[in-house]
């Protein structure tokens, strides 16, 4: 079930499992910033990575765009493999209806069409039993949510999301939680959930974002 999620939650996952997040569309977190960056800018801004190595935007766009490539292809070949059907009586683990509705919301998602994606996620939460996909459709609507630029829902999701014992995105879901108190004008509780990501994954991918976030409130 791990493998069919790291195939269907993300089109950027380095390693298996629930606990790795999918990156964040940084344009999505911050779109201020993103609109006083020029053409010029773009080709010489470059990022360091969890293993210390330098990239260029340009690179790091194109290397996301190869990743979608094989993604879609994966997705296609499990299509073949897997098709709807009911689970047997006597089949362990996850129903592969559910998880087959889990598979088409996040293509809604990669779409864009965020409708359409959260009306499959909370099917998959009223029919399974199975913590960690439960959960992961949880995350799903939240995001759904804040891209939608429903920060309210988004906020009342995550924070569900974050008061279960589990590490189910939880790295994402403190970053969408204190972005959109951000977009909401609650400066207070961004810094709370930006100052808990930063106690928590304090050498992270997003720790000098949230940092940055921190000074230019202060």
Excluded at 112 to 136: H, P
């Amino acid at each position: 079930m791990k493998f069919l999620c790291f195939i269907c939650s993300l089109t950027c996952f380095a390693t298996l499992g629930f606990s790795q997040d999918p990156m964040l569309d940084m344009d999505m977190l911050f779109p201020e910033r993103t609109a006083r960056q020029d053409s010029a800018m773009t080709s010489r801004h470059t990022f360091r990575t969890d293993t210390g190595e330098s990239v260029s935007l340009e690179d790091l766009l194109k290397r996301i765009e190869r990743l979608e490539e094989e993604f879609q292809q994966l997705k296609e070949a499990l299509e073949e493999k897997q098709p709807v059907t009911e689970k047997k009586q006597d089949d362990p683990g996850i129903p592969l209806i559910e998880q087959q509705l889990y598979a088409r919301a996040l293509r809604h998602f990669t779409a864009g069409e965020y409708g359409k994606a959260s009306e499959l996620l909370r099917q998959v939460r009223d029919n399974t039993q199975e913590k960690e996909l439960n959960l992961s459709a949880l995350y799903w609507l939240g995001e759904c949510a804040f891209r939608q630029d429903n920060y309210n829902e988004a906020v009342v999701l995550l924070q569900e999301l974050l008061s279960e014992e589990s590490e189910v995105f939880r790295e994402n879901a403190l970053i969408l939680l204190a972005v959109s108190f951000r977009n909401l004008g609650k400066q207070a509780e961004s810094n709370r959930y930006f100052q808990t990501y930063l106690k928590a994954y304090p050498e992270s991918r997003y720790s000098a974002l949230a940092r940055k976030e921190l000074q230019r409130s202060q």
